[in-house]
């Protein structure tokens, strides 16, 4: 059904820029408990592998959004799934797969904030920079991508191609 996919970021690169990522946030989270917030559906296997190398005490938490685009991209953006645990206080990371005109995480990070955490970063694997439309500080990138459609590793084109387990390109 994916036809054309290439490989952008085999599974090893991955991998090792994964743990390096696990070992920068292990160093700046040393003695402390970090609430992990996992953005639905996109970020879990990016989040898992992460989780996985990483030594620091962690509470983990799932969130869904889901932005509405007509023509345009709107930005508009609702909550699916919200969290179930108070974040006020905590040192919280979002984790997500991908920031592309960077309105979803510019929301997350709006809406999290109001709940007052003692502190809020944001991890991303994939970072299609040129695409962006709002400025959000990312605190952790795996890899600054081309404006080419991913797929792989958590993304999806239509569903499919999520279980990839490299990052990929829908090459046109
Ligand atoms: P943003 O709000 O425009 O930054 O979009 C972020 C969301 O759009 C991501 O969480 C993905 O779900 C989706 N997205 C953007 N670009 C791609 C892509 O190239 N492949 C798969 N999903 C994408
Ligand atoms: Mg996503």
Known sequence: MLENVKVLYGEEAVQERIAQLAKQIDEDYAEKTLTVICVLKGAVFFTVDLLKQMKTQVSLEMMQVSSYEGTETTGKITIK??????????????????????????????????????SLKIAVL???????KVDVKLDYTGFVIPNEFIVGYGMDYDEIGRNLPYIGYIKS
């Open 126 to 132: 994939t970072d299609k920079a040129e695409r962006r």
């Open 81 to 118: 799934k919200d969290l179930e645990q108070d974040i006020s206080g905590k040192d919280v990371l979002i984790v997500e797969d991908i920031v592309d005109t960077g309105y979803t995480l510019q929301y997350l990070k709006e809406y999290l904030q109001t709940k007052q955490p003692n």
